[in-house]
């Protein structure tokens, strides 16, 4: 594989694994976080750190984005000081955000108008995916684009599909989020049934995790429930966020989805009492408390 110059926007949970697989790849990054001492940890394994996207975007030939709303996509790429003020022809954008698919559609939109190309690539397989370098990544664009990048996908992720046109990848992401909220529930019903009879849980998911309930959330979350660890893999807040843009183009598309507005409507229970800042697993508490 040929070393690439990479622009990445966004050091959260996601975004330190991916950072760290393609700097062990061999990759230079060149990186952008609102925090300076957020991104610490990955300028002592090489990256480099600059204070705007637009510094970080000028030096690089592929420009990663994974921040947390979509209007923190709107100002990474589109603000005062923001990746399209760096733009060049040739340049490819690859959104990593779940985040709106009209928002894929205007980055692909602006960035061809500037000679350059976009991708929106929402993953799944939270931090354990990030660190490993085995997220599922869901793309939306030209298959011109998604061939160029696929090398560096590959360095991040085992499933990697291109869906489709800008925003394709985002809507492929909100079937997985809506297929995942409605699991969650089940999961921690299973636990807390389970509980309420006297079972040992341990032996339960040995029994349940490979047949038929079998799921990455009862695989991956259920154990961290057992064991009382809230701690994120995935922001109970984001998840609130995708649900939301889920049921609003549901709406938008005239179609109900009773399970995504219940799991959603827990989760902002949840997220009332304080909860936000854990990982979804956090659910839950909803049946302890």
């Given at each position: 594989m040929m070393m690439t110059n990479i622009a990445f926007i966004g050091t959260g949970v996601m975004?330190?694994?991916m950072i760290k697989n393609f700097l062990k790849a061999g990759h230079t990054v060149h990186l952008y976080t609102r925090t300076k001492e957020r991104a610490l940890p990955l300028v002592e394994l090489g990256a480099t750190w600059y204070d705007t996207a637009q510094a970080a975007a000028e030096q690089g030939d592929i420009?990663?984005?994974?921040?947390?709303?979509?209007?923190?996509?709107?100002?990474?790429?589109?603000?005062?000081?923001?990746?399209?003020?760096?733009?060049?022809?040739?340049?490819?954008?690859v959104d990593m955000t779940t985040s709106q698919p009209a928002l894929a559609k205007k980055i692909a939109d602006a960035a061809q108008a500037f000679g350059m190309e976009a991708l929106d690539a929402p993953v799944s397989g939270g931090d354990i995916g990030a660190q490993n370098g085995t997220l599922s990544i869901m793309v939306g664009g030209s298959k011109q684009a998604f061939e160029k990048v696929t090398p560096l996908f590959e360095v991040i992720g085992q499933n990697i599909v291109l869906q489709g046109e800008a925003g394709a990848g985002q809507h492929t992401k909100m079937c997985n989020q809506i297929a995942i909220a409605t699991n969650m529930i089940g999961v921690c019903e299973a636990l807390a049934y389970g509980k309420k009879a006297?079972?040992?849980?341990?032996?339960?998911?040995?029994?349940?995790?490979?047949?038929?309930?079998?799921?990455?959330?009862?695989?991956?979350?259920?154990?961290?429930?057992?064991?009382?660890?809230?701690?994120?893999?995935?922001?109970?807040?984001?998840?609130?966020?995708?649900?939301?843009?889920?049921?609003?183009?549901?709406?938008?598309?005239?179609?109900?989805?009773?399970?995504?507005?219940?799991?959603?409507?827990?989760?902002?229970?949840?997220?009332?009492?304080?909860?936000?800042?854990?990982?979804?697993?956090?659910l839950i508490d909803y049946y302890e408390m």
């Open positions: 975004g330190q694994g420009i990663f984005t994974v921040v947390g709303y979509p209007k923190d996509v709107e100002e990474v790429y589109f603000g005062d000081h923001g990746i399209f003020k760096a733009a060049q022809q040739g340049k490819i954008v006297g079972l040992d849980m341990e032996r339960v998911l040995q029994s349940i995790a490979t047949g038929a309930a079998g799921s990455w959330s009862l695989s991956n979350l259920a154990p961290r429930m057992l064991q009382g660890d809230k701690e994120p893999g995935f922001y109970i807040r984001h998840m609130i966020k995708d649900m939301g843009i889920a049921l609003d183009e549901a709406s938008r598309m005239e179609l109900k989805l009773p399970g995504l507005a219940m799991a959603k409507a827990m989760y902002d229970e949840l997220s009332a009492k304080g909860y936000d800042q854990n990982g979804t697993q956090a």
